[in-house]
């Protein structure tokens, strides 16, 4: 029942996404976010879970099929803790065409988590926030993401749910 609803949501949420893609004005200023950009980030960071501290740290590289449409693929290595956790998220984010250099996004993204010794778990989610933008082709963000694990065992995980915040470092070529 979780993966019907999860599966739905995540519909839902790309077709409101490619709707506002086709019915939205061109943005004179899609710099970083503009169709045909490629993007590439970097993670540095530090996360909880299964009562350990870990150090994050991921890539992440994106196209824009439209202008400020991302199709994208991220990576991230939990380390320092036990057991080591690795995470593959591809992804689909969208950037307002605002003239601003605060431009909101949003998101959403299917994530497959392979822990040592353990079963791979799977998590749906979404995303929010808004980027800080230059002149050139970098951006910084601020944001908040909702990520639900599919068939959650709460006996292995304190919770099937999860918010929490997001910063991220981008640059887009």
């Not at 879970?49 to 939990?78: C, H, K, P, Q, R």
């Not at 079963?119 to 800080?132: A, C, E, I, P, S």
Request: aromatic share 16%; glycine share 12%.
């Amino acid at each position: 029942m979780v993966l019907k609803s999860s599966v739905r949501s995540v519909i839902l949420i790309i077709s409101i996404l490619s709707a506002v893609v086709f019915v939205s004005v061109g943005d004179t200023r899609a710099g970083a976010f503009e169709k045909g950009s490629s993007r590439a980030s970097i993670v540095v960071g530090s996360g909880w879970t299964l009562d350990n501290s870990y150090v994050i740290l991921g890539l992440g590289a994106g196209y824009y099929v439209f202008d400020g449409l991302e199709i994208g693929l991220d990576g991230e290595a939990w380390l320092g803790g036990d057991p080591d956790i690795y995470k593959l998220s591809p992804q689909m984010k969208y950037t307002l065409p605002v003239q601003s250099r605060v431009r909101p996004y949003v998101g959403a993204f299917y994530s497959h988590i392979f822990i040592d010794g353990y079963d791979d778990l799977d998590t749906t989610g979404v995303r929010g926030g808004v980027y800080f933008t230059s002149d050139e082709k970098w951006f910084f963000g601020v944001g908040a993401v909702y990520e639900s694990y599919l068939n959650c065992d709460d006996t292995i995980l304190s919770s099937c749910d999860n918010i929490y915040p997001e910063v991220s470092f981008s640059f887009s070529f």
